[in-house]
């Protein structure tokens, strides 16, 4: 079993930045891909930014040139930082290894909002 811890959310004006952190537990982290999902209200959970084990990255459209991932895999982390916030960023993040669906954390609120 694995665990998702998610923290570094907040409430930020639009234009602005924020930097999320999730700690993975688990042998399993360095051979994964592991993914940034969201959920806004009354939205499906959507993959928003990925990373593999080495390091290749994949983001939403929707995201794209305003978010970057990364991983420290000796701290067994992966990190989203996001800049140039919109109003429509706001939503639940989590983080995930891509295509488990399972062992979801709590995620971390982000509100991008005036």
């Known amino acids: 079993q694995v665990q998702f811890v998610e923290s570094g959310g907040g409430l930020v004006q639009p234009g602005g930045s924020l930097r999320l952190s999730c700690v993975a537990s688990g042998s399993i982290f360095r051979l994964s891909t592991m993914g940034w999902y969201r959920q806004a209200p009354g939205k499906q959970r959507e993959l928003v930014a990925s990373?593999?084990?080495?390091?290749?990255?994949d983001y939403a459209d929707s995201v794209k040139g305003r978010f970057t991932i990364s991983r420290d895999n000796a701290k067994n982390t992966v990190y989203l930082q996001m800049n140039s916030l919109l109003p429509d960023d706001t939503a639940v993040y989590y983080c995930?290894?891509?295509?488990?669906?399972?062992?979801w954390g709590q995620g971390t609120q982000v509100t991008v909002s005036s």
């Open positions: 990373i593999t084990g080495n390091h290749n990255t």
């Open positions: 995930n290894i891509v295509g488990l669906g399972k062992y």
